[in-house]
């Protein structure tokens, strides 16, 4: 069986194609359209028109991908952006009018237990205390995990586009605003921070988005060129990025070997968010994996 799994994001539109065989399976297929659901309008929690078009072109896209490959189930999750909207009902009509199938819009906790699944198939096992970080653009999850049982998980409406839209930072980022994030940041994931801090976690596993990117550019590729399941992210090798980012201007980044376009305006915020994390809690290692919510979609059709 082929199925074809779309995580409908907050920035960007992806799609995974496996091949289903028993318990195994086959990745044949992944890309992603930018939609920048997250532009001005989600501060008044809406789905702007020109999101709406550009979400539209990317279903077209990706359909006609999902025809070439003769797939036999789509599944179309909705994250942040959808989830919050106001205007919701008659964004998802469209899509699925396109595509001729449902759109499931997904709950904060179920995205993160999507996430973990997702982590899980990555990993064979995640023994000691750990806490697993997917960075959106309208939502973090976070994700505390030992003996691969979820000891807690959140999700907060923290994600880069949110933050783009309500801090206006200048560029290159000035030490203030660094400073302003950071506290932003700790407060909003006191909780997160806490429970992570008492468990002695050492390890910080990131999921997909800004951690591909920084992995991309520690290993000098062009986005998507490398897929990894799972890749060690030394500190030393993250803080050099880090203070790489924080001193570069837009255009600079753009110019960056690994640099994603479709993340050159969320990456400065999102690593600020890492480092805060980083501090705060004590992490002696990063794991990097491309492996996230639509491969826990995967996880969970293998343990049917």
């Not at 992570?196 to 060129?225: H, Q, R, W, Y």
Request: aromatic fraction near 6%; include cysteine; hydrophobic fraction near 40%.
């Amino acid at each position: 069986m082929r199925i074809a799994v779309i995580d409908l994001g907050t920035n960007t539109c992806n799609l995974l194609i496996a091949e289903m065989i028993g318990a195994n399976y086959k990745l044949l297929h992944q890309s992603k359209e930018m939609v920048k659901l997250g532009d001005g309008k989600i501060r008044d929690n809406q789905i702007s028109d020109e999101a709406t078009f550009r979400t539209k072109a990317a279903f077209v896209v990706h359909k006609k991908v999902m025809d070439t490959f003769g797939v036999d189930e789509i599944k179309i999750l909705a994250t942040s952006a959808v989830r919050t909207a106001d205007n919701k009902a008659g964004f998802v009509a469209a899509i699925e009018k396109i595509c001729d199938c449902s759109v499931e819009v997904i709950s904060g906790e179920r995205e993160a237990e999507l996430i973990f699944k997702g982590v899980l198939l990555a990993f064979e096992k995640i023994e000691f205390p750990t806490v697993i970080l997917d960075i959106g653009g309208g939502s973090n999850e976070l994700i505390l995990t030992q003996n691969d049982t979820i000891l807690w998980k959140e999700s907060r409406p923290t994600g880069m586009s949110r933050i783009i839209n309500s801090f206006d930072l200048s560029d290159p980022v000035s030490d203030g605003q660094i400073k302003e994030l950071q506290q932003f940041f700790a407060e909003e994931h006191q909780t997160a921070i806490q429970n992570c801090t008492e468990k002695n976690v050492a390890t910080l596993i990131g999921c997909s988005g800004a951690f591909d990117t920084i992995a991309d550019m520690i290993d000098e590729v062009n986005p998507g060129e490398e897929q990894r399941v799972t890749q060690v992210i030394s500190l030393e090798e993250f803080y050099t990025v880090y203070k790489k980012l924080l001193q570069t201007t837009r255009d600079e980044r753009l110019q960056m070997k690994g640099m994603d376009y479709v993340r050159v305006d969320l990456i400065v915020p999102a690593v600020i968010l890492i480092e805060t994390l980083i501090s705060a809690i004590g992490i002696k290692q990063i794991v990097q994996t491309d492996f996230a919510l639509r491969e826990g979609v995967l996880y969970e059709l293998i343990a049917k």
